[in-house]
Each structure stands twice: as structure tokens, then as C-alpha cells.
């Protein structure tokens, strides 16, 4: 199906183990986004891609490792998970800001529960 | 750096009041871009509206209207004759011309509850 799917939809796990988010797009979109989603902090973002190899850090990426081996994949690892990291995360893709590219496309969200 | 504040956490309103959603944002760059998210209960996120910087005509989508003011530095959102399906968390966003993939910085969300 055409669009942005991410997986699992809900994830259980404990403190320590490392675990990887998947997400997936087939529009072919450049850019492709991770952000978490915390009461009180809206959505802020962990890391983000320009391009197949091209990854870089948003705002709160301490903890979390991204690759970006094909362009419709970017997924997203915590090394180890901690209680903190408990969080909904989006995964999102973008066209750019030029012309036609009006808006960044969210999947559906994890919820990951850190026990 | 870029920064948008929705100062207000939780709002309550009685089915058919009109309600308007705060957003002021914060960039030092003169191209950016200005959205709103809904997020309904169900959890995905919904785009509603984009404004590039140097478009400040209110809009208008049926009984949604958007105000942007640059000599406030606010983007503010109007429900008009609210109903009950519009309950759900709305977001504010900037998306500076640097970068170029609208990478997006979200205000903390206001939660809009809609009682019949």
C-alpha cells in the first residue's frame, strides 16, 4: 500500500535491551524524520535523513541510532532502553519544501513501553 | 533557534461555541513556514494547513480559519461552531527555509475537548 507505515504499533520492553523501530515509505520522498511525542513537549525531533546515507542529529538524539541504507527505509535503534525513552514515536517523510511539497507525511506512531 | 509556544494546555468548550487555538512562534529567519496537526484520539496525525511567510491572508476552510499575524509572530487557529468530533490534540508548527525538508518544530499541543 502507498504511503508511510511504521512497525510495530506497540512495542513492550525492558530496560537494557535494544530494540529498532521500523518505518517505511514508497513515495520515493528525500527526506524522512523520527520524532517523539512526551505530555507537555509536543513532538520533537531525534534524527533525521536528507538521503539514502545522509543521517543527522535533531533535538534530542542522545541514545538513539538511525541508518539509511535504501531511501524508503529509516529505522530507528535504541541501543539500550531506558525508562525515558518510553514514548509514542512518528516516523515521517518529506518531499522538501519545494514546489508541490506541501507538507511532511506521518505514519501511524510506536508506543513503546520501557519496563 | 526556532521555538512555538501554544500557551494554552487544555481547552473546554460546549458543542456549537466557537473556540480559537494560540500559537506564537519564534525564528530569526525571514522564509519560514507555519502548520497545523490535528490529533484525534485514534493517535495518527492529521496536516490541516501550511503558510509560507510571506502569505499573511486568513484563510478560510469551512469551519476552520487560520490568522496570521507577523508583527505578533502568531499563527492562531479558529474552530467556528464547535462540535464534537473536533476534540483531539492540535498542534502548532514552524518549518525554517534552512531546512529544507520541512523539518518541523512543534509547539506542546493544545488538548480541545468538545462536550456535547
Known amino acids: 500500500d502507498a504511503g508511510i507505515t511504521q512497525s510495530p504499533r506497540y512495542k513492550i520492553t525492558e530496560t537494557g535491551r535494544q530494540v529498532t523501530l521500523m518505518c517505511h515509505q514508497t513515495?520515493?520522498?528525500?527526506?524522512m524524520f523520527w520524532y517523539r511525542q512526551d505530555l507537555g513537549h509536543g513532538l520533537r525531533l531525534i534524527y533525521y535523513?536528507?538521503?539514502?546515507?545522509?543521517?543527522d542529529k535533531g533535538e534530542v538524539p542522545d541514545g538513539y541510532v538511525v541508518s539509511r541504507s535504501k531511501t524508503e527505509n529509516f529505522p530507528l535503534t535504541l541501543e539500550s532502553a531506558t525508562r525515558s525513552q518510553t514514548s509514542v514515536y512518528f516516523c515521517?517523510?518529506?518531499?522538501?519544501?519545494?514546489?508541490?511539497?506541501?507538507?511532511?507525511?506521518f505514519g501511524q506512531g510506536t508506543r513503546l513501553t520501557v519496563v | 533557534a526556532q521555538k512555538v509556544t501554544q500557551a494554552q494546555t487544555e481547552i473546554s468548550v460546549v458543542e456549537k461555541e466557537d473556540v480559537t487555538l494560540d500559537c506564537v512562534y519564534e525564528?530569526?529567519?525571514?522564509?519560514?513556514?507555519l502548520f497545523w496537526y490535528k490529533q484525534p484520539p485514534s493517535g495518527e496525525l492529521v496536516f490541516l494547513i501550511r503558510?509560507?511567510?510571506?502569505?499573511?491572508q486568513n484563510e478560510i476552510s469551512g469551519r476552520y480559519s487560520w490568522n496570521f499575524q507577523k508583527s505578533t509572530s502568531s499563527f492562531n487557529f479558529t474552530i467556528t461552531a464547535s462540535q464534537v468530533v473536533d476534540s483531539a490534540v492540535y498542534f502548532c508548527?514552524?518549518?525554517?527555509?534552512?531546512?529544507?525538508?520541512?523539518?518541523?518544530?512543534f509547539g506542546g499541543g493544545t488538548r480541545l475537548m468538545v462536550k456535547p
Open positions: 508548527a514552524l518549518s525554517e527555509a534552512r531546512n529544507a525538508g520541512n523539518m518541523l518544530t
Open positions: 513515495w520515493s520522498h528525500s527526506y
Open positions: 515521517a517523510s518529506s518531499g522538501g519544501q519545494g514546489l508541490g511539497n506541501t507538507e511532511a507525511f
Open positions: 503558510r509560507n511567510s510571506f502569505d499573511e
Open positions: 525564528t530569526r529567519d525571514t522564509t519560514y513556514y
Open positions: 535523513s536528507a538521503a539514502a546515507d545522509i543521517t
